[in-house]
């Protein structure tokens, strides 16, 4: 602040490379223009004057409309979606393993061959039977 009240402004300069990936990361929908604005402390202004100059799709002429859920946020959904199916694997394959012991158990204390040989056919299953 200069002794007369007034606020010194910082402008700051961005390079045309730095431009032209903050439009292809637009585009590509890997950030929406909100979450562009907070990663690089941008204005709305300045990300659309950017938009509309280096974009290939979206010219001045074109209004330029955000669904709610970015890429980003489906992507951070799949991801917690991913965490879940690996968690319920992990349950269930320890559930097999148990199984298989209990059965190996079973085989040696009690002399039961719970496990089906291979040579005998195994079972069709409930068919439906033709009537005459």
Not at 106 to 132: F, Q, R, V, W
């Amino acid at each position: 602040m200069l002794k007369t009240g007034k606020q010194v402004r910082h402008y700051r300069r961005f390079s045309e490379d730095l431009k032209l990936k903050i439009v292809h990361e637009y585009e590509s929908g890997q950030f929406s223009a909100a979450d562009l604005k907070t990663i690089y402390d941008i204005s709305d202004s300045l990300l659309y004057e950017w938009i509309y100059k280096y974009s290939k799709y979206n010219k001045k002429s074109i209004q330029v409309v955000e669904m709610k859920d970015s890429q980003a946020e489906k992507i951070r959904r799949m991801e917690a979606r991913i965490k879940e199916l690996e968690r319920v694997v992990g349950q269930k394959q320890m559930n097999i393993d148990y199984l298989e012991k209990m059965i190996e158990l079973a085989k040696e204390h009690y002399n039961i061959d719970i496990k089906k040989n291979s040579d005998i056919p195994l079972c069709g299953g409930s068919k439906t039977t033709e009537e005459n």
